[in-house]
């Protein structure tokens, strides 16, 4: 039983400008908390349609300690389920992506359509209702070719990001993109000081020297750099292009195009294209690169050459995994337009550099001494934004239980 009370009075002791309470940052309840409050109530991105090419692919994948099935049916329409079988409750798919005529349980073998109705269910009996078993769906929203679920009955107004995110990545065609590779680590931080990393680049100049070689790792604020000449020739020349660059934001999300360092075409070791086959072709390939932020758990960015999507998922209150996917046109040919190892070692040096940072944060947050410090208002407003929003989301969610428990005290 998560003990709200105190959840509410670590809430309440948040100073405004500093980062969290030590308990927010390794506390059980807290755990438990988090996935109820943040990724139990908002939308989860889930990658791309192109994972999922054919009539019959599914994408299995855990969201924290929740299992989730993607699935394209014979028509091409594309659901989500809850990934537990009807029967006795197995996960029915492991993590991982694939191709099936049906979709069935490795216990009993309960088998499912596509769309989730329960086919067979062997020596359940001729009165068994088989149409009261099928899998439990999950709301499933999409957008410039990306799919984002949501676990609540009730989750935010999805259309006017929509909307926005057909024009900030709609030009990188992801419609005919594809998967070229994805990774996993375990990082053993809270979730929230692996987020408040990919929020801020304070800390980039020094603990990423491969990653600040293309990209901008001292703009400030929200990508705002309106007195400086080149970024102001950058935005005449995407405008020119068609390309939107102006920093936008909803409650749980964030878009905006900004320009790389002098001489990049992309975020890569080097500068250069990693991939011959460009996805985004203005401006022969020079279209900085276009962020998206997701709250609680994502950011991406599309350059000309490839995508590159960050997602963390707790496991525990101080184990976060984190998954990145690195997508390019469905034209390009490993080993011709590309290499895997060239494609994904800057992210990949740039997580484990951030695993790192984010490890050493979560042990001197367990100090007996620790006391959360004040961000900078100019290198940190990202990451100051993002814990601004987890406490709004996390009252939020604790006044609406006080209808069901006794109140709570959550100013
Ligand atoms: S739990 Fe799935 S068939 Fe038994
Ligand atoms: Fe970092």
Not at 45 to 67: D, I
Not at 321 to 327: A, M, Q, R, S
Not at 339 to 349: A, D, I, N, Y
Not at 356 to 374: D, F
Request: proline fraction near 5%; hydrophobic fraction near 40%.
């Amino acid at each position: 039983m998560i003990d709200y009370r105190r959840i509410g009075a670590l809430l309440a002791g948040r100073r405004e400008g500093y980062c969290l309470p030590q308990g927010l940052y390794n506390d059980v309840d807290v755990f438990d908390f988090d996935m109820d409050a943040i990724y139990g109530t908002g939308w989860l991105m889930a990658g791309f349609t192109c994972e999922l090419p054919t009539p019959g692919s599914y994408v299995s994948q855990m969201f924290g300690k929740w299992p989730v099935l993607i699935v394209r049916d014979k028509q091409g329409v594309i659901r989500a389920f809850h990934n537990s079988c009807r029967h006795r409750g197995s996960m029915i798919c492991k993590p991982g992506s694939g191709s099936a005529p049906r979709i069935m349980c490795p216990y009993h073998s309960w088998t499912y359509e596509h769309d989730g109705k329960l086919l067979a269910a062997p020596r359940m009996g001729d009165d068994f209702d088989k149409s009261a078993h099928g899998l439990r769906p999950l709301r499933i929203e999409f957008a410039a070719g990306a799919m984002f679920i949501s676990f609540a009955e009730n989750p935010p107004p999805f259309a006017d990001f929509a909307e926005k995110l057909e024009i900030y990545l709609g030009p990188q065609r992801m419609d005919r993109a594809k998967l070229a590779f994805e990774s996993t680590i375990s990082e053993y931080a809270n979730w929230k000081l692996v987020m408040e990393n990919g929020r801020e680049c304070y800390h980039c100049a020094t603990g990423h020297p491969e990653l600040a070689r293309t990209f901008p790792v001292t703009m400030s604020k929200h990508f705002d750099r309106a007195n400086d000449a080149r970024a102001k020739e950058f935005v005449d020349t995407m405008t020119a292009n068609h390309l939107e660059t102006e920093a936008i934001e909803g409650d749980w999300w964030q878009l905006a195009r900004f320009g790389l360092n002098r001489g990049a075409e992309t975020l890569s070791m080097d500068g250069h294209h990693m991939v011959r086959k460009l996805m985004c072709e203005e401006n022969q390939g020079y279209v900085g690169s276009m962020r998206l932020a997701i709250d609680p758990h994502c950011f991406l960015h599309a350059t000309s050459d490839h995508v590159f999507m960050f997602s963390a998922v707790p496991v525990s209150p101080t184990e976060t995994l984190v998954t990145g996917k690195w997508y390019v046109h469905a034209d390009a040919v490993e080993g011709e337009d590309y290499t895997v190892e060239g494609l994904s070692e800057l992210w990949t040096r740039t997580n484990l550099q951030d695993k790192e940072l984010a490890e050493n944060n979560q042990l001197g947050v367990n100090s007996p001494g620790y006391l959360p410090g004040p961000y900078s208002r100019d290198a940190e407003m990202l990451a100051l934004r993002f814990t601004d929003w987890y406490c709004n989301t996390a009252r939020a969610y604790l006044a609406g239980r006080t209808a069901m428990d006794a109140p709570i005290h959550v100013d």
